[in-house]
C-alpha cells in the first residue's frame, strides 16, 4: 500500500499566507514553519538556560515544523477571519482537527500515534505554549520585514501582534523580543 501523507505535507510550499495582504515577499507555510522551527528551538533554549526551566526542546521544534500541516487540506483561513467571533473559531478548530485526522490516515497505522501527537500535541505542555509563541514571533518578523520594505499593509498587523507579544504570559518571549527582534529591523549593511 501507498501512503500520501509526505507527499501532502510537500504541498505545504504551495499555500501563501498572508492571503488578503499585499507582500513584498511571498511567504508560504512551509518557509513559515521553518521559521518557526527556529525561533521556537531558541525558546526552549531561553526557557532552560536562561529561566531554569526544563523544555523538551527537540519536541518543541518538532510541534513547530508541523504547525500548520492541516493547511495543506483546509488552506491557510486569515487571522482577522479565523477569529472574527468565537463560532467561527469554533468551527474552524473542528475543521482543522478533521484535516488533521484526515491526514493521520493517510500514514501506516504504527505512525499514526506518534505523529497525532505532534499535529495535535496536548495545548497545556510548555512546549507546545513555546511552539505558539514562536508563531507568533514569526508573524511578527514578518510585519516587521514587510515595513522595512516601505510596504505600509503591515503597520495595523504590526501593531497588533506587537501588543500580543507584549503582554505574553511567557518571560522566553519577552526576552526573544529584548534581545533578538532588533536585529530584524536592521538591513544587511548594518547585522553586525
Given amino acids: 500500500m501507498a501512503y500520501d501523507?509526505?507527499?501532502?505535507?510537500?504541498?505545504?510550499?504551495?499555500?501563501?499566507?498572508?492571503?488578503?495582504?499585499?507582500?513584498?515577499?511571498?511567504?508560504?507555510?512551509?518557509?513559515?514553519?521553518e521559521q518557526v522551527a527556529q525561533i521556537a528551538h531558541a525558546l526552549a533554549m531561553i526557557n532552560n538556560k536562561v529561566f531554569g526551566g526544563n523544555a523538551n526542546v527537540d519536541r518543541c521544534v518538532?510541534?513547530?515544523?508541523?504547525?500548520?500541516?492541516?493547511?495543506v487540506i483546509t488552506g491557510d483561513l486569515p487571522t482577522p477571519i479565523k477569529y472574527y467571533n468565537s463560532e467561527i473559531t469554533g468551527a474552524y478548530k473542528e475543521l482543522e482537527a478533521v484535516a488533521n485526522n484526515q491526514l493521520l490516515a493517510m500514514l501506516p497505522e504504527d505512525f499514526r500515534l506518534d505523529y497525532a501527537n505532534v499535529i495535535s500535541p496536548d495545548e497545556s505542555t510548555i512546549e507546545?505554549?513555546?511552539?505558539?509563541?514562536?508563531?507568533?514571533?514569526?508573524?511578527?518578523?514578518?510585519c516587521l520585514e514587510e515595513l522595512k520594505s516601505g510596504n505600509k499593509e503591515f503597520q495595523k498587523a504590526e501593531k497588533s501582534i506587537k501588543k500580543e507579544l507584549e503582554h505574553s504570559s511567557l518571560p522566553e518571549v519577552k526576552y526573544f523580543m529584548d534581545n533578538f527582534i532588533a536585529g530584524f529591523k536592521k538591513t544587511l549593511d548594518e547585522l553586525e
Fill in 5 to 33: 501523507f509526505y507527499a501532502y505535507l510537500g504541498r505545504m510550499k504551495y499555500i501563501k499566507r498572508w492571503s488578503l495582504m499585499h507582500s513584498t515577499v511571498r511567504e508560504n507555510i512551509m518557509e513559515h514553519s
Fill in 128 to 142: 507546545y505554549k513555546l511552539a505558539k509563541g514562536a508563531d507568533k514571533l514569526s508573524a511578527y518578523i514578518k
Fill in 62 to 71: 518538532t510541534i513547530a515544523v508541523f504547525h500548520e500541516c492541516s493547511e
